[in-house]
Nanobody
Framework: QVQLVDTGGGLVQSGGSLRLSCAAA????????MGWFRQSPGKEREFVAA????????LTADSVKGRFTISRDSAKNTVYLQMNSLKPEDTAVYFC????????????????????WGQGTQVTVSS
């Protein structure tokens, strides 16, 4: 029943920044995480980052570590992905998602752990 709306994508030059937002509506499990995945044409979805809602523990893919930061605003039921030092290889459709954390956050890098998805927002980084 969770509905996610992800926004903030756009066209940016290499080295630029964007901030993606994902607003959630509806019920969720008491222990859950929200995350970001990305997908380019012809490729599978790739994990980007995730954050646990209860305690703010984060996971970040090695490919974006040090450049991307995930955060949340619990009062607004919103998760953000701040993307700095963008590279052309970051070009993709970015999807936010939410899923229950059954064991620990380490498992939330896996796509199948998520059961609700946003519509996606396009990020294009030009060289």
């Amino acid at each position: 029943q969770v509905q996610l709306v992800d926004t903030g994508g756009g066209l940016v030059q290499s080295g630029g920044s964007l901030r993606l937002s994902c607003a959630a509506a509806g019920r969720t499990f008491s222990r859950y995480a929200m995350g970001w995945f990305r997908q380019s044409p012809g490729k599978e979805r790739e994990f980007v980052a995730a954050i646990s809602w209860s305690d703010g523990i984060t996971l970040t893919a090695d490919s974006v570590k040090g450049r991307f930061t995930i955060s949340r605003d619990s009062a607004k039921n919103t998760v953000y992905l701040q993307m700095n030092s963008l590279k052309p290889e970051d070009t993709a459709v970015y999807f936010c998602a939410t899923g229950r954390v059954y064991i620990n956050m380490a498992f939330m890098k896996t796509e199948r752990r998520y059961d609700s998805w946003g519509q996606g927002t396009q990020v294009t980084v030009s060289s």
